[in-house]
């Protein structure tokens, strides 16, 4: 249904493969990943950059993927929630600690809450509380009250200090 | 049921999740995930009038956009009973005749994406004739208001109590509740002290983050829906009736749900998604937007008028109390929320006298319906509040006050119930003593503690199927829906302690309408109570006919026949249920079925089913200046008779305390005029990371007195009810002024204590934007 | 979902290119950066554009660098670039800290400092502090560049006084000189502030007394506002200035066309100024 708009190549990583696409330029990158690369771990809620559930991670850094254009990703490098285990499915440290603190109920926030805790470990491998709470405000729990994804990501933050 | 604490293998253990690793690695499949061969989209043309006849509606040029299927309005549901409802029958598919709010669905479009029903929407015109409309539930009730349903209706049949349904006949109640007991004229008459006052509790948005969803099919085999509902066995129901077709040919499959909060319960949008199906011959996926999500369902904000005596010993003597729902356009579950709210509105005290009216009524807004907590979380700010304006006016602390009054472990506080099957005391004094209650506080600090008991667990029938396997691997067919709150967990550690074997072995296989039997509905914090209990008793009838079967291969009578766990022993013979299994049916798979189906008899005669008790205190600190209300400790009490999982349950308390936070300091839904302005997240503030309270104590009370599986009853919406008022008297203790609404927004602190520096009535003076939202209140 | 309607996107590859383009579509065409504020709008069908002019294929434009005075950010500098930018945090340490808290962290990453000025969103954060910072803008279009303030930038609510065709190239602030006290302070209930205020001084005598003072608010009014009357009462000896701020603040809040709205009424308004401009003065002055 492209109605003579021209179809623009789309070349990005995505969790480590090379994906060569065609999209519409409005097609935004929640679409691209859930539609047409059957990524659904990607969740899209509020639609307006406030939850973070569409949270992904280009060349490192979270951005919504809800309102981030495919077009965006172009020669870049995208990680969903499908590509933070180990290739022989050993759950990162996020996920694991995730899964031993209940830190999600209804896990339709977790993928994004995940991410964006792997953003900010990246940035700061230990994290005070303050800096989780501050740098996790823009991600939406709506079950759990925060308190068990903190201390998730405190025990993360051991768990890949200690492997390092 | 209950029976002494015994020693657990499974239960009473946090056990992780069952859906953990399948959540954490973005495997878990939701409804909005769900994708069928050949699906089209359907996207929806809203009502922009609050009240409207609909005089034409021209959609030719929609259908001829390329990409469309079809599209459906309300007078092209030929062949379907275009009206549903499971306690009211008053909603229809899509609106006929006329529209009842603004963001009432119109048209739908169903096309081969998402955008391209989207930007078909443009192409169709309909013209409208405005009405008159009624805002607020005083516009509904003044004399001459404009009537949202001018017929009447048949009761549905999911409603869950008595009375008459009152919504059609010649005015805008939807629903009424009376509940009386003593005379409270008299008491009140005769009275030492009396507290009145009125109080308004928000309308509020459930924010599942997972808006509603559904994927839905219609072929000769019938209606097949995939949906992110609560309660599949009623949408089934509703769909049922609306395609004319008995429930054998409807089927509803749930995948796990991205929240629910009861905003998910009954049926929303399955008879539209079906009908779209229906009219385009394949199948139709309808996923809302949040802001359309809104638009579909919220929680009936409530003005409650109530006062409270007490006599010369500092005894309650009395409670009258007057409550307005706004039910919104359609009734929805409102009928019941607005029983319950009767129902509650007491509170879990010893009161010899009490006389209770309860209206919900229709107005032009966004239907309203379930919201976690049901009608407790809008009562309970009016009468909690009172507890601790009345023990202030007597001279007394609130905790003592609470403690002298509150209603004793098996004492029947509420008429013809069941006695109270839990120990608010013990739990008020746990909570004090993690608040610290006796400590001094320095200015602009505030404590206050809170409690509440709801009638919970609807209506007692549940059923529930178990599959022992040949390899000694359970299956669990439950009809309680996956939410995020554990049931699929906690129903899992409960075969696995009857069965005797490990929690791994078990797969619990969830809602689907075609495979697992019936359960009434998951809410009301009934799955552990009922759902446990019906696969408690299903792991029991199997593991009865494992024994008789092992009698059988061991040549013996069953008496001589003992039960360990996992397996069975006569005298030095030990046989675990694989080589039962094996031996009895001579083949590796052969299976046995256990089942179980709970009904309103036995110990499940006396309603509720059991007291779901919330317990909280809280300590706020209040910026004088700008007036904002920051709760910084946070204490909870679940008691709970035996928690499955603890981690779980604390879980559930600690969500339902945080989401009730929210609407106590954050979270309302406006109205300017005919318009919700705040339905996204830009503007309806949740609570965030940075709520997050420094001090926070959990703690459990296991007495093991419900009458759920070893004693245990549900848990998950108490913490939210006593949240609000707890807030409001921790802030009045902060700083001597007394709020009678929610949320606590700082403007609205700041306006009610510089209004009360200047000697006004401590009642928040309304801004333009308390306006807005009074005309609501009435 | 809300499926953004169908668009074309265009890659000019310098300003002059992108400035035909935005000339040609006319109402049909928009910029785009970063897109946070205008894609949401798209989405919900209050903007409707055909055609978006991709200024970040232009080369060049997301350098950050001090230079002669100035600290000049390039026009697709992210928020993100900004808030980690060392010659940022370095030279002008109050704006990181600015940065480092608009919106979250995805927006950061995606959403540019030129974007949020040229969108003219009235809950801005950066527009506020940059007007009290005294900041510019430098502009190019087909008629060639020119140099904006601030307050020439935005004249209003969702308003830039942009031609069709001009393309905001970067922001330049001037460094501060030994002296400069300066905080910028914000109330936040919901997603966007309700109240963000920057005060900027320029002290003598360690501090001792305020020679120049510059106050501003956004979020309160329909775009950010600065009062040379509530300045005058921020100069002098500083007790005095202590003794002025509730004076300033009125006078600042007469000027700035309060609005009542979902934050909140225009007389809290009005009060939030008076409290916070305390709150910024002790902050710039930390530690007495």
Known sequence: MSEGIPLFPLSFEVNGRAVELEIEPQESLAEVLRNRLNLTGTKVSCEVQVCGACTVLVDGLPVSACTFLAYEARNKKVLTIEGLAAPDGTLHPLQQAFVDESAFQCGFCTPGMILAARALLEERPLPTEEEI???????????????????????????????? | MSEK????????????????????????????????????????????????????????????????????????????????????????????????????????????????????????????EE????????????????????????????????????????????????????????????????????????????????????????????????????????????????FNLPVSKVRLVVPFVGGGYGSKSYTKIEPLTAACAWKARRPVKLQLSVEEAVLTTRSDDALVRERTAVDAQGKLLARQATIYLNTGAYAENSPLVCEKAANRAAGPYRIPNARIDCYGVYTNTAPASSFRGFGSAQVTLAAESQIDEIAEKIGQDPLAFRLANVAERGEVFFPKSRPLDGDLKSDLKKVADLLGWDKPLPKGKGRAVGCTASDAGAYPVTSAAVRVHGDGSVSVLTGSTELGQGSHTIVAQIAAEEIGVPFEKVRVVGS?????????????????????????????????????????????????VTLMRGGVQRGADRL???????????????????????????????????WELGCLGVQVSVDEETGRVHLEKLAVVGDVGLAINPALAEGQDLGAATMGMGIGLYEELIYDGEQLVNNSLLDYRVPRFSDLPEELHLALTENQDGVGPYGAKGGGEGSLNPISSALVNALYRATGVRLRRVPLLPERVWRALRDARHGRESCPAPTKQDAKSRREAG | ????????????????????????????????????????????????????????????????????????IGGVA?????????????????????????????????????????????????????????????????????????????????????????ILTAVEIPLPKNGQRASYLKFQVHERPTLGLALVMETQDRGQAIATARVAVGCVCPFPRRSRQAESLLVGDRPQVERNLSQAAEVLADEADLIDDLEGGADYKRHLISVFLKRAFACAFPGR
């Open chain 1, 133 to 164: 709470r501050a740098s996790m405000d823009g991600n939406i729990c709506r079950c759990t009250g925060y308190l068990p994804i903190v201390h998730a990501i405190q025990k993360a933050a051991q768990a890949l200090r200690s492997r390092s």
């Open chain 2, 576 to 610: 675990d249920w694989s080589q039962v299994l094996a031996r009895y049916f001579g083949l590796p798979d052969g299976e046995v079925l256990g089942r179980a189906y709970l009904r309103k008899a036995g110990d499940l005669s006396q309603l509720p089913v059991f």
């Open chain 3, 1 to 72: 979902m809300m499926p953004l309607r169908r668009f074309r996107i265009h890659q000019p590859g310098t300003i002059a290119e992108a400035a035909e383009m935005l000339a040609h579509f006319g109402e049909s065409g928009r910029l785009y950066a970063g897109g946070t504020e205008l894609l949401l709008a798209m989405k919900h069908d209050v903007l409707r554009f055909e055609h978006l002019v991709d200024v970040k294929t232009v080369p060049g434009l997301a350098g950050i660098e001090a230079n002669g005075g100035w600290l000049r």
């Open chain 2, 131 to 242: 009405m008159p409309a009624v805002l607020s539930v005083e516009q509904a009730l003044a004399k001459g208001a404009p009537i949202l349903h001018e017929r009447t209706f048949a009761a549905g049949g999911f409603r869950g109590f008595e009375a008459d349904v009152s919504a059609g006949r010649g005015t805008n109640i939807c629903q009424e509740a009376h509940v009386t007991w003593g005379d409270a004229d008299k008491a009140f008459a005769e009275a030492a002290a009396v507290v009145e006052g009125e109080y308004y509790y928000p309308m509020a948005y459930a924010y599942a983050m997972e808006p509603y969803v559904c994927v839905a099919e219609v072929n000769e085999s019938g209606v097949t829906c995939y949906s992110s509902c609560q309660h599949p066995f009623i949408v089934r129901h509703d769909v049922a009736g609306v």
């Open chain 2, 5 to 128: 604490k015994r020693e657990f293998y499974v239960v009473n253990h946090s056990v992780p999740r069952g859906d953990g690793v399948a959540k954490v690695t973005g495997q878990a499949k939701y409804a909005s995930d769900v994708v069928l061969p050949g699906m089209a989209y359907a996207k929806l043309l809203r009502s922009p009038y609050a009240h409207a006849r609909i005089l034409s509606i021209k959609v030719g040029e929609a259908e001829a956009q390329p990409g469309v299927f079809a599209v459906l309005t309300g007078d092209r549901l030929e062949g379907l009973n275009p009206y549903y409802g499971h306690a009211v029958k008053d909603h229809p598919v899509l609106a006929m005749g006329k529209v009842r709010y603004v963001g009432e669905p119109v048209v739908a479009v169903v096309a081969v994406d998402e955008r391209t029903a989207f930007q078909a929407l443009d192409h169709i015109t309909v013209q409208y």
């Open chain 2, 512 to 560: 689907d309408t075609a495979i697992t039997p019936f359960d009434r509905s998951t809410g009301a914090s009934r799955t552990t109570t009922l759902m446990g209990r019906a696969v408690l008793e299903a792991c029991q009838d199997a593991v009865s006919q494992m024994r008789a079967m092992a009698a059988d291969v061991l040549r013996c009578p069953v008496e001589e």
């Open chain 3, 78 to 166: 992210t928020h993100r670039s900004i808030e980690i930018s060392p010659v940022v945090r370095q030279r002008l340490p109050l704006f990181a800290e600015m940065e480092a808290k608009v919106a979250n962290g995805r927006v950061r990453a995606t959403g540019t400092l030129a974007g949020n000025l040229c969108f003219a969103e009235p809950h801005s954060d950066p527009a506020t502090l940059l007007l009290a910072l005294e900041a510019r803008v430098r502009v190019e279009g087909r008629s060639g560049p020119r140099t904006l303030t601030i307050q020439e930038l935005i004249p209003g609510a969702y308003q830039t006084s942009l031609a069709s065709d001009e």
